[in-house]
């Protein structure tokens, strides 16, 4: 909740953890977990508890958030380090990637849980998505040692792939379902 409320104070704090890795178990895998459970209970409350079939679109759904949010979260972080190595200048370190991806999705895991559970909201999910900007931003100037002028190119990048990888990879997996259905 920290990373909603005072980013700058999350990041800090973020920085100073060794353990890059912790990201993955602690906080990564139980968040797509509950976006998962949430669209799996609000798939059920939608269409009913009354057959295999609403059980089937409960979990079709439920994996489609699940496999967005997990391959849209290693995709950004490969992209985001890559291209950090590229095109500004940074060291490859991915592990470093992949904990600014992480705890910067927390918007989207956090959206992700209340669209689920009320999908009346998915226009204000989306415009409130952009919220995921000023957190990377703050997780940039924590974790990142560059200059000011390619750290707003640089969180303008990684947040472009935090809110579109995952949104891509979701409307990939829904079209192929419908089509291998």
Known sequence: MLLISSPAKAWEEI???????????EFVYPMI???GLSEFIGSMLEYGWSGPQSFQLAMTQCCAVAVALFGGYFLAAFAINHLGVRLFGLKNDILLAQQLAGYTLVVTFLISIVTGMLPDFTVIGWLLRFYLVYV??????????????????????????????PAIIQVVFNKLTVILN
């Open 136 to 165: 990377a931003w703050e997780g940039v100037s924590a974790l990142y040692e560059m200059k000011e002028n390619k750290k707003v190119g640089f969180t303008i990048l990684a947040s472009a792939l935090l809110i579109f990888c």
């Open 33 to 35: 977990g509950l976006c």
């Open 15 to 25: 920085r100073f953890n060794t353990d890059r890795r912790a990201v993955f178990s």
